[in-house]
């Protein structure tokens, strides 16, 4: 009975050191190939990027090309998309004073990449990174809405609905 004893605490104590010996070989300090996870740099050219439509498109003080939309007539807007408080002699007034501007738009939608140039290098990018303004790019796609609702009062349902998927078609290159 002793002997069977002693062999089942050596059979222990050897299993038990294989154990630690396992888990310490697994467990040593090995190299992890993580290049696949590194940003690479993204060249696209001027000629293929959305971006450079709507810079061309922007004057200096940073307002979309003939973009006529003061703050309160912004304010309403969004009154009108969101709640649906319509205003015939508004929309149609600030549809033919942004014409010009909502032409920007469906030059964008041409493009299928769009990237800002200070974004091409992953190097340079940081939580200070300046980013430049895209307040007038909203407003041009609120205006876009509100040219899709405009139709859709007019009746011209499959208008109204080709002027929407463009602004989700511009949120989704954006």
């Known amino acids: 009975m002793r002997n069977a004893v002693k062999f089942l605490?050596?059979?222990?104590?050897?299993?038990?050191v294989a154990l630690i010996g396992t888990f310490l070989f697994l467990s040593r300090d090995a190299s992890f190939n993580d290049t696949d996870l590194l940003l690479e740099r993204v060249y696209v050219p001027e000629a293929d990027n959305a971006f450079f439509v709507f810079?061309?498109?922007?004057?200096?003080?940073?307002?979309?090309?003939?973009l006529n939309v003061s703050t309160e007539d912004a304010v309403r807007i969004v009154?009108?998309?969101?709640?649906?408080?319509?205003?015939?002699?508004?929309?149609d007034g600030i549809?033919?004073?942004?014409?010009?501007a909502l032409?920007?738009?469906d030059k964008f939608l041409q493009?299928?990449?769009l990237q800002f140039p200070e974004l091409q290098d992953p190097e340079n990018?940081?939580?200070?990174?300046?980013?430049r303004s895209m307040g007038a790019?909203?407003?041009?796609?609120?205006?876009?809405?509100?040219?899709s609702l405009a139709l859709f009062e007019q009746g011209r349902e499959k208008d109204a609905f080709d002027r929407a998927t463009d602004v989700v078609q511009f949120g989704q290159l954006w």
């Open 95 to 100: 549809l033919k004073r942004n014409s010009a």
């Open 55 to 66: 810079e061309r498109a922007t004057d200096v003080e940073g307002s979309i090309e003939n």
């Open 79 to 91: 009154k009108i998309l969101e709640e649906n408080d319509w205003d015939a002699d508004f929309v």
């Open 111 to 113: 493009f299928s990449i």
């Open 103 to 105: 032409l920007h738009f």
């Open 125 to 131: 990018y940081t939580s200070s990174l300046p980013l």
């Open 137 to 147: 790019w909203r407003l041009l796609a609120k205006l876009k809405a509100l040219e």
């Open 9 to 16: 605490l050596i059979i222990s104590a050897v299993v038990l």
